[in-house]
């Protein structure tokens, strides 16, 4: 299996620069989600890859092969790849079994090779009692498995998706969601899968890219988005991340002392001193038996999975409103103290925004 590997991919739409400098090492075999909010670039990087467009600079190698370059193109039937997108694109006049057979016959695969790959490819997707049906025939879910089974039959070394569930109910993406798992794990091809929808990328990736505004932010496993961010953009995106504006002291053996409001403490980062974020999900934060690390006033509560899920205006920093969850009612306006059990510290120095983002976009984001 080969590795991707890109360096310095841009890419503009008549004036306006939509990728830029886009460096990528998968290892071969890995199945990365293309992650980011609309418009940050992420179905372009997709259509580089396959050969759907040109870029303006950079180049693109699958393993030792240059795709992409000063000079060369390999157009996209030369690529080795298969691709699937969220409008399955499937031949409404013939059947399933047809519908998978019909790259295979392109090929000119000896017939009895071909039938046993159909087969195998249906089998494989569970759609093999549904063979003789027409696409108008099937559910969305199933007809996505087709498009799936007839990319996969041609054992591409690298398999794109692109939106490819979002078409189809919570329940059916939950399915198919798994199904990608297992091919993937079954084939060993390398899939590279375009999502806005983060808890399907956990779901199913060995790497996430956290693409913004054209630029990836960060290339890891999930775990390392969720506990190392390395930019507050990164740290927002995941999974409701919270970024806390605070003073780095100093730096040692992976831990920053660090100045949060009034409050010194002592957490793991990767930080210079001087100005930087303290990046916390919502467990980081518990109901303080004494005064805590950070003083607040309770704003509201919801019961929520068997938790009050409580709203509170910190004080002594800047941020409109924090959530954490705690085991009983509190009344409105009670000041509470909040311990910091865990998070991760960054530098400002890769912060689109800087410390005098207001505290309202750092809610949101
Ligand atoms: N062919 C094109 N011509 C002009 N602009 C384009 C073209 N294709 C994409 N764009 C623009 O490039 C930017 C990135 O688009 P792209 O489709 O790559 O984003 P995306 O992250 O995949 O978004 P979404 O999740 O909404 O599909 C957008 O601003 C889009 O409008």
Request: hydrophobic share 40%.
């Amino acid at each position: 299996m080969r590795n991707i590997r890109a360096s310095g991919l841009a890419k503009s739409f008549s004036s306006t620069r939509v990728l830029h400098d886009i460096d990528l090492d998968l290892p071969g075999g890995a199945f990365l989600a293309l992650l980011g909010p609309s418009g940050c670039g992420k179905t372009t990087l997709l259509r580089l890859i396959a050969g759907l467009e040109v870029p303006d600079s950079g180049s693109l190698h699958f393993g030792d092969r240059m795709i992409l370059g000063p000079g060369r193109f390999v157009p996209p039937e030369d690529r080795d790849l298969g691709m699937v997108f969220q409008s399955y694109a499937l031949w409404p006049n013939m059947t399933v079994r047809g519908n998978v057979d019909f790259a295979l016959k392109a090929r000119r695969l000896p017939h009895a090779e071909r039938a046993a790959r159909v087969d195998e490819m249906l089998q494989a997707v569970g759609l093999a009692h549904l063979a003789d049906r027409r696409p108008h025939q099937l559910s969305g879910g199933q007809r996505q498995r087709v498009a799936l089974a007839r990319s996969l039959a041609l054992r591409p070394s690298l398999l794109l998706l692109d939106e490819p569930l979002a078409n189809l109910d919570a329940h059916l993406r939950h399915r198919m969601l798994a199904e990608f798992r297992r091919l993937h794990a079954a084939t060993g091809t390398t899939f590279v899968l375009v999502t806005h929808d983060q808890d399907e990328a956990m779901a199913v990736a060995s790497h996430i890219a956290v693409m913004d505004a054209g630029r990836i932010q960060q290339v890891g496993t999930p775990e390392d988005l969720y506990r190392r961010p390395a930019t507050p953009i990164v740290a927002r995106f995941i999974d409701h991340g919270i970024t806390l504006p605070v003073a780095i002291t100093a730096t040692h053996e992976g831990r920053c002392d660090l100045v949060l409001g009034g409050t010194s403490l002592s957490l793991p980062g990767d930080a210079r001193p001087g100005r930087g974020w303290l990046c916390l999900h919502r467990p980081d934060l518990r109901l303080s038996a004494g005064a805590g690390h950070l003083r607040a006033e309770v704003l509201s509560q919801t019961f929520l999975h068997g938790r009050y899920l409580t709203h509170v205006l910190p004080r002594g920093i800047d941020i409109d409103s924090l959530s954490l969850a705690v085991d009983r009612p509190l009344p409105a306006h009670a000041q509470i103290g909040i311990d910091i059990t865990g998070g991760w510290v960054i530098g400002d120095g890769t912060c689109a925004q800087g410390h005098d983002a207001t505290a309202k976009e750092q809610a949101d984001a």
